[in-house]
């Protein structure tokens, strides 16, 4: 039965791979890139610095957190659609992935802090250096939910009590909901009382993982959306946007 | 017909063959992690002795096979003037293992700059990393958050992990491997 699966995902990968090479061949082909490899081209590309293809966003997200409420299966979930039942503490792991948000490239750098130890002084460093945070707690255990105060606290403070950061708060191991000690009205109001999103998520069984993910991106892009309207240098990333986007249309047809 | 059923069998059943540079400072204890790795993967290894590991000429290699998937290593000598050899092993790598030492943290600056180094070749920016923050079983060594920090990775544009393992215990080992092989046939996420 093992077998048969991997040879039916082999051979779906296969045709999916066959599909996206016709595609490329029949869209692709007329892009502005040269065919052939141009030393001089090269060389003035590389001269003037940003190539819009390797300029990408990169948003650095944190995972804060008491220990043992989940935040490495959430990531791991997220990132590789894996679940590990056995626990072992974290001492700060960080992950990097491409991903594309609504037709777009960018990279999620993801910071897996450790919930058990205090870390204090090296954590202020680098809460300074993240862009968006995931605040999860557990919904079995008051106490986590409680510490996700504190958390807020030493990220406003980090943050120059700059509000408006892109916090998302998470209660996790929602597939245990018959066991719940914290009420789902409490969360919602502390979300509330934050101005930030609540989700309720399995890392178990991947429910709502994406959405956490999603949300928090979509917010940080606003907000570098935002500034960088302002300071007004993105011309040619908003020109390959709308190029994506086009082809997007095509892959729904398809 | 012969041919084309063959090829389907191989595309099928055929273990996939990966390539895997190891590289980092002198020291920082990537034999050790090759070593270790080789313990874990291969039956009935003899593990060489840590204590008799001394600085790699020239290069070590190792085969793990898991799953379906053959990994090679390619551990390189980490010595001052072994690094510029690293670049020539490159071209057929298909992700790297750049490890760090944990606790000397007066060769950061080293560390960062190398790390640079090895990050601005383009076949490296397009194959996934993973940063081996070695010997954090001691007292005093720095926390892979603090490793991360030091590391610059702007144009990088695969997947990039940063781990804490211990060579010397075999802690994480498991898990930088399964890493591998999970980037080396991960797409990006679609959302």
């Not at chain 2, 060769?107 to 076949?123: D, T």
Request: hydrophobic letters at 40%; glycine letters at 6%.
């Amino acid at each position: 039965m093992d077998k048969v699966s991997h040879v039916l995902r082999n051979g779906w990968n296969w045709i999916k791979l066959k599909f996206l090479a016709l595609w490329h061949f029949l869209f692709r082909r007329k892009s502005d890139e040269p065919e052939f490899y141009d030393p001089e081209a090269m060389a003035s590309k590389k001269a003037s610095g940003t190539l819009p293809p390797q300029q990408q966003v990169v948003h650095k997200v944190i995972m804060v957190g008491t220990g043992g409420v989940g935040k490495s299966a959430l990531t791991l979930q997220f990132m590789y659609d894996e679940f590990v039942e056995e626990y072992e503490p974290t001492k700060a792991d960080s992950y990097r992935k491409k991903v594309v948000l609504d037709g777009e490239e960018c990279s999620i750098d993801i910071l897996d802090t450790a919930g058990q130890e205090d870390y204090s002084a090296i954590r202020d460093n680098y809460y300074r250096s993240g862009e968006g945070f995931i605040c999860v707690f557990s919904i079995l255990d008051m106490e986590s939910f409680e510490a996700t105060n504190e958390f807020r606290e030493q990220i406003l403070r980090v943050k120059n009590s700059d509000s408006s950061v892109p916090i998302v708060l998470v209660g996790n191991k929602g597939d245990m909901r018959d066991q719940r000690v914290v009420s789902a009205e409490l969360c919602r109001q502390r979300a509330e009382q934050w101005g930030c999103h609540y989700v309720e998520t399995s890392a178990k069984r991947r429910e709502n993982v994406d959405k956490v993910f999603y949300d928090l991106m979509r917010e940080m892009k606003r907000r570098k959306g935002g500034s960088q309207a302002q300071t007004g240098i993105d011309a040619s990333a908003s020109s390959g946007r709308k190029k994506r986007s086009g082809i997007k249309k095509h892959c729904t047809i398809l | 017909m012969y041919t084309l059923s063959a090829g389907i069998w191989e595309k099928f059943f055929k273990k996939k063959d990966y390539y895997v540079v190891i590289v980092g400072l002198d020291n920082a204890g990537k034999t050790t992690f090759l070593e270790q790795t080789k313990s874990h993967f291969v039956k009935d290894y003899g593990v060489l002795n840590p204590s008799k590991i001394t600085a790699t000429v020239g290069l070590n290699t190792g085969n793990v096979e898991l799953n379906n998937t053959c990994l090679h290593f390619w551990d390189l000598g980490g010595q001052e003037s072994l690094r510029e050899l690293w670049a020539t092993y490159y071209d057929d790598a298909n992700a790297m293992i750049f490890v760090v030492d944990a606790t000397r943290s007066d060769l950061f600056p080293i560390v960062a700059s190398q790390f640079k180094e090895v990050m601005a070749n383009e076949i490296v920016q397009n194959i996934p990393v993973l940063v081996a923050v070695n010997k954090s079983e001691m007292e005093g060594a720095a926390a892979a958050a603090e490793v991360r920090m030091l590391l610059e990775d702007d144009n990088h544009r695969s997947d990039l992990a940063v781990l804490p393992v211990s060579a010397l215990e075999g802690t994480n080992i498991e898990r930088c491997v399964h890493w591998i092989v999970r980037s080396l046939a991960s797409q990006p996420l679609y959302l």
